[in-house]
Nanobody, 131 residues
């Protein structure tokens, strides 16, 4: 059974850094597009990043507003995906989810297409930025 489990969320002071982890089970993560989105209380879901690969080439995409402080990476051996967040701001407070495409092997050539395909996600991990 396909499963995604996020971890690494914490209470952090502004300016700090966090690395969120997402463990995939029941499927081979490198064969699927996978990414992160977040949702703050009372706000719409907001896409962060997406990663996809084919024939050994990996493509990473970020929402325009997320470029610079967010870094997505994937460990195919461990079947995990990560999200590094630097220079944390109070506005980054949200539940962060990793999500995957349900269809194996589809390739996307921009963030919007990759993100729109993500339709299976985990339970999320809480990130709170506060002094």
């Amino acid at each position: 059974q396909k499963q995604l489990v996020e971890s690494g969320g914490a209470l952090v002071q502004p300016g700090g850094s966090l690395r969120l982890s997402c463990a995939a089970s029941g499927f081979t993560l490198e064969n699927y597009a996978i990414g992160w989105f977040r949702q703050a209380p009372g706000k719409e879901r907001e896409g962060v990043s997406c990663i996809t690969s084919t024939d050994g080439d990996t493509y990473t995409y970020y929402a325009n507003s997320m470029k610079g402080r967010f870094t997505i990476s994937r460990d195919n051996v461990k079947n995990m995906v990560y999200l590094q967040i630097d220079s944390l701001e109070p506005e980054d407070t949200a539940v962060y989810y990793c999500a995957t495409d349900r269809v194996r092997g589809r390739i996307y050539h921009n963030f919007a297409a990759c993100y729109d395909a993500l339709d299976y996600w985990g339970q999320g991990t809480q990130v709170t930025i506060s002094a």
